[in-house]
């Protein structure tokens, strides 16, 4: 785990989007999906409930603590 993944997860959950997450970061998109996948798989977990327009934190992700 690193900062760079820790602050995508933030911005992805306070967002609710990878997109807005980005912009929110200044980087791309697929870097944001890059590290919260590097910490999904990490921890062997599903943070996000991914859908066409948003991202919802799942139940163990909001009482998750890396």
């Known amino acids: 785990m690193n900062l760079f993944q820790l602050r995508a997860f933030d911005a992805v959950s306070r967002e609710g989007s990878f997109t807005r997450a980005a912009k929110r970061l200044s980087i791309s998109q697929p870097a944001v999906t890059g590290h919260v996948k590097a910490l999904e798989e990490r921890y062997d977990l599903i943070l ?11 139940p163990r992700a909001r009482h998750w603590r890396p």
């Not at 991914?50 to 991202?55: D, L, M, N, Q």
Request: no cysteine; aromatic share 10%; glycine share 0%.
């Open 48 to 58: 996000f409930r991914r859908t066409a327009r948003s991202a919802e934190l799942t």
